[in-house]
């Protein structure tokens, strides 16, 4: 028999055991609490979930790349493809934009997965449907403001939808081109710092007659680009990008002149969105203006809206359009534009006249 002072040592080994095996399951809780993976919705139509093979692509390179602490999240359940992956989606086949916003469906779909970023190629069967892009924008700005309150924080990447050419719709081709123009001056004037909006070109380089089966749905060339596309600007936006301070600059105004604000308002890898504010500083009306800036960095504009561009090397002169020349004192206008970088994207101080 033991005595009563080996039976006290022994209860008080038994206690600490139990409080160190605790303490353990704390800390690893607190761990994999503190490693949440990060949820990222793909939502959209047919092309997003029809089976939507650019995700399978777009899921396993992350995955390859070290990138595995992120969770493909959606009401939707894995449609095929042939190869392992997070299925879980929001493409619902043949929805329009435009009703998803008037019908309120994106809140439920928002509440049940707790997105934090959200990869968003829609608008198909709204062009399809002849529906105006500016009605699509507005859906589309809908559809954002429901994102923000799910999650104040949300990184929003919009694609330039990809084209489509299908038998029964001559003018779908074009409709697609007018479509897309309008996407990123609407990015621009609703991405915020704390939500950024990054427009993903999945347009430029894709072909309906080699990367649809039917002039409207990508095959597996199509899906691969696809795939190629969104990952740069997916990976910058797990890594933090887009949600910094833009970089600002601003000219010094000369008496009587103009002033020219250069704000970088998204960046990804190799791409960067920015917006140009001009401001009469004047006395009295002005018609017309002209902003123009050196780049340090090899930047260069691919699209620019809201003015005309003239460049030549490093050299950029933007000039107004007609709609937006004319400045009364104090008055401003902004326009914007897409660019590319390689190495550094240093905000280059522009002049006005």
Excluded at 85 to 90: A, I, K, P, S
Aim: glycine share 12%; with cysteine.
């Amino acid at each position: 028999m033991r005595s009563k002072t080996g039976s006290v040592l022994a209860a008080l080994a038994a206690l600490a055991a139990a409080v160190l095996i605790a303490t353990a399951l704390s800390a690893t809780t607190t761990a994999t609490a503190s490693a949440a993976p990060i949820r990222i919705m793909p939502l959209g139509d047919s092309i997003t979930g029809s089976p939507g093979c650019w995700r399978a692509l777009l899921w396993n390179r992350l995955q390859s790349a070290g990138h595995t602490n992120v969770d493909f999240v959606g009401t939707l359940p894995p449609q095929g493809c042939g190869v392992a992956h997070d299925g879980d989606n929001e493409g619902h086949g043949g929805y329009l934009a435009t009703n998803v916003a008037s019908q309120n469906l994106l809140p439920g779909w928002l509440s049940a997965t707790q997105p934090d970023i959200v990869l968003m190629h829609f608008g198909t069967n709204d062009v399809w449907s002849n529906i105006a892009p500016a009605t699509i924008l507005g859906a589309f700005t809908t559809l954002v403001n429901q994102m923000r309150s799910s999650n104040p924080n949300m990184k929003i990447l919009v694609a330039k939808i990809i084209p489509m050419n299908p038998s029964t719709c001559g003018e779908c081709a074009q409709r697609t081109v007018n479509f897309n123009n309008a996407i990123p001056g609407w990015a621009a004037a609703t991405t915020t710092p704390q939500s950024p909006i990054i427009v993903v070109d999945q347009w430029t380089g894709f072909s309906t007659g080699t990367d649809t089966y039917d002039g409207v749905h990508p095959n597996a060339s199509g899906d691969q680009k696809m795939s190629d596309r969104w990952y740069p600007a997916l990976v910058d936006a797990l890594a933090g990008g887009g949600t910094a301070t833009p970089t600002v600059t601003t000219t010094t105004p000369p008496p009587g002149g103009c002033t020219a604000t250069y704000k970088v308002t998204g960046q990804w890898q190799g791409g960067f969105q920015g917006e140009v504010t001009v401001k009469n500083t004047g006395t009295t009306s002005r018609s017309a203006w002209a902003v123009a800036w050196t780049f340090a960095g090899g930047q260069q504009i691919t699209q620019l809206w809201g003015g005309t561009l003239s460049a030549s090397g490093s050299s950029v002169t933007v000039r107004n359009t007609s709609w937006n020349g004319l400045l009364t004192p104090g008055a401003s206008t902004t326009f914007g534009f897409l660019g590319s970088w390689n190495g550094t994207n240093p905000a280059p101080a522009p002049t006005c006249s």
